[in-house]
């Protein structure tokens, strides 16, 4: 799973944050496996996380979306 699909998964959805579940639905990977993929970007700063309740929501942040702005220019 690239990391652009996982930020793109997010950065579409409406509202733009989506819960763990949600984003593993839509990249077709396990809620394990995305929560970790998550985690990653998250320290990377390409996401920003919070509790909304019980459930864990992510969205994208500024360096996020400028590195989908970078990896789109590189096509």
Not at 38 to 62: F, H, I, Q
Request: charged share 25%; proline share 4%; net charge negative.
């Amino acid at each position: 799973m690239s990391d652009e699909a996982l930020i793109r998964a997010i950065l579409e959805a409406y509202p733009p944050a989506l819960g763990t579940s949600d984003v593993a639905s839509k990249v077709e990977l396990s809620s394990e496996a995305t929560r970790r993929h998550l985690n990653r970007l998250e320290e990377a700063g390409y996401l920003s996380t919070d509790m909304l309740g019980s459930v864990r929501v992510w969205w994208v942040t500024p360096d996020g979306r400028a590195y989908l702005s970078e990896d789109s220019s590189d096509q």
